[in-house]
């Protein structure tokens, strides 16, 4: 649901882009709270699968498709606040250099697909966590759940925008009945993709998923002189010094992931509009869209521009992407630490080293 320039009015798209760049700030100041000398690395790489991963449209009706989001993926995995910059990160990189999603619509897109996907998705995950029984099947759940929820409420949040400041005259029921609905659609797709995702992880770094974080489950009970007490609870063992080794092979293994998909699977996703691309050339909301202005961008379209061949040509394009993807967002997320630990005069400690 990239948005192009054109289908917002400039006050609103400037209004859009004040209120993302607040919440850029704020997320700014939270991530440090989230990130540790484990979790920024991981950040930077949910950002890089992120942009992969939007690569990938799959089709959900007749001439339709959508892609991922991410907003639910990385709040589960990284926290919310450092969701928000993880998505920022990839529309910026997606707005300046392929030329998908208006610059001008650079706050709108972040408003309604990293700052609405992001607190929905958290805030229902957090809440079914907290009602469920505290299981990896239940939190994978609680993911498909949240990440559901989240895409149509992006949807429901452009709409509002649009009503706004539409740079079209379009019965805004038509428009909300008709995003709302496709999307619903894509956020199936969504919710099976954050579910795999989270729940792979969880199987096999645990540790590693913020949403999880501090879930204990009861505490065992011993039966003394016939009452009922709490077991002692058990004494925490060093982490092994291999520890910073198994990370680094799981953030390899989640690069080379991040790069096959969007450097090979990427050549066999749908070719057909995307949700909004096609509500818009169905309703007539895309009249007064005008060129994005990064055109001549040599990646535009995710493909490089001197190379025919199109699968060489859309795979290195996303190689590209990806790399440059992570690169910016683990710089921009170690910077964010270090400015942590300078507040604190010391190396910053994640919140479960701090129990």
Known sequence: ??????????????????????????????????????????????????????????PVAAGTSG???????????????????????????????????????????????????????????????????????????????????SVPASAAAFTLLYWIGGTTDIPIGKVFTAMVGVHVLIGIGEAVITALTVGAVLAVRPDLVHGVRGARTAPLKLRVDGELVDAPAPT??????????????????????????????????????????????DQGIDEKAEEHGA????????????????RLSGGLAGVIGVSATVVVGTGVFWVVRRRREDERGGPARSDHENV
């Open 1 to 58: 649901m990239h948005v192009p320039d054109g289908f917002i009015d400039a006050p609103v798209s400037v209004a859009a882009g004040v209120f993302a760049a607040g919440a850029v700030a704020v997320s700014l100041r939270g991530a440090r709270r989230e990130l540790d000398e484990r979790t920024a690395p991981l950040a930077g790489l949910v950002a890089a699968f992120i942009f992969a991963v939007q690569m990938l449209n799959f």
């Open 67 to 149: 892609h991922l989001m991410g907003g639910a993926l990385a709040a589960i995995l990284v926290g919310p606040y450092t969701a928000v910059l993880c998505l920022s990160v990839v529309l910026l990189m997606q707005g300046i250099f392929f030329a998908d999603g208006g610059l001008t619509a650079l706050g709108v897109n972040i408003t309604v697909m990293g700052v609405v996907t992001v607190v929905v998705a958290y805030g229902v995950f957090r809440l079914l966590t907290g009602l469920l029984p505290r299981t990896r099947r239940s939190a994978t759940a609680s993911a498909f759940v949240a990440a559901l929820v």
């Open 236 to 281: 925490r063992e060093p982490e092994p010094a291999t520890a910073h080794r198994s990370n680094r092979g799981f953030l390899i293994t989640g690069l080379v992931s991040a790069l096959l998909l969007a450097g090979f699977v990427s050549f066999y996703a749908s070719a057909s509009p995307d949700g909004l691309e096609r509500v818009a050339a």
């Open 295 to 310: 055109a001549d961008s040599p990646l535009a379209d995710y493909g490089v521009g001197d190379i025919a061949n199109a």
